[in-house]
């Protein structure tokens, strides 16, 4: 299938940059981002990384969660009260009795009911309050696109941001034409044919790793696709923001007149005040030290996933059959809800565990030799952008279709597959483990992709140049 884009034009964007001193007051009225992300782990981390970047170029930023979202947040880092650059803000979480709290999702079906009055009642008190900082520019998680509409009611600039993939936003705008068009049905199946290609230089998209795609959970998968649906409303951002790089995805951009890539959006932002659900666990910095270059294997799948306990006991046999030293990232739920129970005398002198790790801090760390992970975007940028190569355990959404750009397209990863009775088994994992350890071209690839990133963001890269012109833009508005 050929891919058709019809978006509006990238309104022109000043190629001078006005120079702003890092922290110095504005004369006269002042910039104000409004900020919402989408109520996940992946999507709130890199929108408050672009955040911070903007706010160090004199703009006021305000930063909107839901109420839950910044409860863990707080939980898991309480000095954020302390960071006084971004005003975090909250709107209620939209439960009714009915809903379900500790499900990930319910917040995508409750705050469209909810947070357009909140946002709006939200920028009224803004404007009210400081007639020299109104909100002038709203970024929104392009998910969220009917946020929108309460933008424009409010007089204030639409900004789309997109956490995934150029790659995945492409094939995300795209998605409604080919519902109209017959190749999608209306539960998000694939109609005709069994791939759709946007490029010849952009790996398919396969009827199992569409970016809605949810393997066991039809009402999940459902209600990502009634969020997909809607992406024709994305159209009304005058700008959309993407946490990659022009060199990572270049077939890609060049679909989407309208993309800044702005990232990788890790390799700018140094805070150390994170914005993780979880707490991380420090320690696992100073094991890092006392192992060799290039020798560990750093297994971590993200905020989302869970796997049975046998899944579980075959990946830990796996890395204990491999015979590496081993970070692996155990949330506590990460056994379908449940705390993992390990093989008896498991790891023993080889590995370390801990709930939550400081992520860019480790794959930056000289120790580590390879990433066994979930394939989320912020995880392979962060991996790519630091030169990692991957072993791949995608699990839904856009994952999927990540795992083909390491593979395929990038040459800097394995897949690891399943057996006949749906299970990764320890002996594949070990396998797949040795196997990128024995093969150079692996590393030398991601080395290659690492420098096209760090190029990227420095002085004159793409990035940095398109960070500009965003920014640039804002103090003009």
Known sequence: MNFEPHYASLHPCPTSRQEVKE???????RPHVLAVPLP?????????????QIAKHGIKVTFVNAESIHHKILSASPQQDEDDSIVMETVPDGFTPEDDPNNPFTLLETLPKTMPQSLTDLIQRINSSNPNEKVTCLI??????????????????PVGFSPPSVACLAFLLHAPKLLEQGNLNINGSLHNGDAISLSND???????DLPWSFSGDPKTEKVFFEIVKGYKEASKAKWWLCNSCHELEPAAT???PNVLTIGPLNLLDNNVKSTNFFSEDLSSLCWLNAQADGSVVYVSFGSLAVFS??????????????????????????ANGSRVVYPPGFGIGLGKIVEWAPQNRVLSHPSIGCFVSHCGWNSTIEGVSNGVPFICWSY??????????????????????????????????KNKIDMLFSDKKFKENALKLKELCSKSVADGGTSCNNLKKFIDHLHRK
């Open 202 to 208: 952009i790996p398919s998209w396969r009827k199992d």
């Open 140 to 157: 929104a998680d392009l998910s969220f696109y009917w946020i929108f509409d309460t933008a424009d009611k409010m007089g204030v600039e």
């Open 23 to 29: 922290g110095a007051p504005m004369a006269g009225n």
């Open 309 to 334: 306990q046998q899944q579980l006991d075959e990946l830990a046999l796996g890395l204990e059959l491999s015979g590496r030293a081993f970070l692996w990232v155990v949330r506590p739920d990460l």
């Open 396 to 429: 839904f959404a856009d994952q999927l279709h990540n795992e083909r750009y390491i593979c395929e397209k990038w040459g800097i990863g394995l897949k690891i597959d399943f057996d006949e009775k749906g299970i990764r088994s320890r002996y594949e994992i």
């Open 254 to 256: 060049e679909l989407l």
């Open 40 to 52: 996940a782990q992946g999507h709130v981390k890199p929108l408050m990384s672009l955040c911070r």
